[in-house]
């Protein structure tokens, strides 16, 4: 069965940090792409950032540019979150994301061509 597992999150006070963490288990996750999105209360889930593969490659949502850090360990099939500068705005529940490809780290294409996690609460006390 495959997992994806994140954890790391917790209570934090505004500019403070945090690292996230996602495991992946139950397959092999050679050549996936992972990402990280985030969803707020009473709001629509969103996209945060994605690694390639290979880690060469990287994105980030607008809002986290700058602040926030995804990076990845394949030999533990891992990839992290280092979130610092943070702000109430960023207050979520964080999903981890596992897919074929970078294109498809997307909220469109996740559901039938990748995998989610369970998620993780972050919340970001002023």
């Known amino acids: 069965q495959v997992q994806l597992v994140e954890s790391g999150g917790g209570l934090v006070q505004a500019g403070g940090s945090l690292r996230l963490s996602c495991a992946a288990s139950g397959r092999t996750f050679s050549g996936y792409a992972m990402g990280w999105f985030r969803q707020a209360p009473g709001k629509e889930r969103e996209f945060v950032a994605a690694i390639s593969w290979s880690g060469g490659y990287t994105k980030y949502a607008s809002s986290v540019k700058g602040r926030f850090t995804i990076s990845r360990y394949n030999a533990k099939n891992t990839v992290y979150l280092q979130m610092n500068s943070l702000r109430p705005e960023d207050t979520a529940v964080y999903y981890c994301?596992?897919?074929?490809?970078?294109?498809?780290?997307?909220?469109?294409?996740?559901?039938?061509?990748?995998?989610w996690g369970q998620g993780t609460q972050v919340t970001v006390s002023s």
């Open positions: 994301a596992a897919a074929p490809s970078m294109d498809l780290i997307n909220l469109a294409t996740i559901h039938h061509s990748g995998y």
